[in-house]
């Protein structure tokens, strides 16, 4: 018996810890305690007969706790918003930081996850520290790189077509047979970089720094290759 019991106990704490983990659990308890209170007092407002003091004071307490609760709720709400955007924005800086990782797993993952969020295009790496980050091999189409910083940087192989690196710094960049096709590099700082074999059909590069880049067998935006 002493065993059930224990299992029992041990059980309802176990369930009752990880419901208190749950967003917003504990306020939507309370909330639903005071519902239920109100609910029990206008129950008896309504069901009463008697046109008394007390009647009228249950009426007017009722009404002022419908108000209350109502208050309670949109702050709850809005305290769980703004500690939602928090966190979000904690993730975002995190994840930006480990695509900056010279480690080609750390890299890959933070791309993996700012893609599956739909942040890679959603201007979140704008102006992003990635410089000498391992991005090789990456899925970066259409990713919204611009004025990021990406001196040094690993993207060989990359998936870059239709991305958006207006103004990035690339300077000796590695983009060895990087798909750059349709992509935006107007005002991009590609000094040094290295674009062998690079395809950079329908690229545009107008106002782009292409001072000492290896752009030997570079298939150029004109569908020509650069010799």
């Known amino acids: 018996m ?22 917003l659990f504990w306020p939507v308890l309370t909330f639903a305690s005071l519902a239920l209170a109100v609910a029990a007092l206008s129950y008896a407002v309504t069901s009463s007969d008697e046109s008394s003091a007390l009647v009228a004071l249950l009426e007017v307490f009722v009404g002022h706790l419908a108000v209350n609760l109502l208050g309670i709720l949109i702050a709850v709400l809005v305290v769980d918003r703004l500690y939602r955007q928090r966190l979000e924005q ?56 611009r004025g990021a910083d990406l001196q040094g940087a690993n993207l060989s192989w990359a998936n870059l077509q239709h991305a958006d690196l207006q103004n990035a710094d690339l300077q000796r960049a590695m983009l060895e047979r990087a798909d750059l096709r349709g992509a935006r590099l107007q005002g991009a700082n590609l000094q040094g970089a290295n674009l062998w074999r690079a395809n950079l059909r329908y690229a545009q590069l107008d106002g782009a720094y292409l001072q000492n880049a290896n752009l030997q067998e570079a298939t150029m935006p004109d569908g020509s290759v650069h010799r």
């Open 2 to 23: 002493q065993r059930v019991l224990r299992w029992l106990s041990d059980t309802t704490r176990v369930v009752w810890e990880h419901l208190g983990s749950i967003p």
């Open 90 to 145: 904690q993730e975002k800086r995190a994840l930006i930081e480990q695509m900056g990782s010279p480690r080609l797993e750390v890299a890959d993952e933070a791309v993996r996850k700012l893609r599956a969020r739909g942040w890679l295009t959603g201007g979140v790496l704008r102006n992003a520290w990635l410089r000498g980050a391992n991005l090789e091999g990456a899925q970066l189409a259409r990713a919204d790189l």
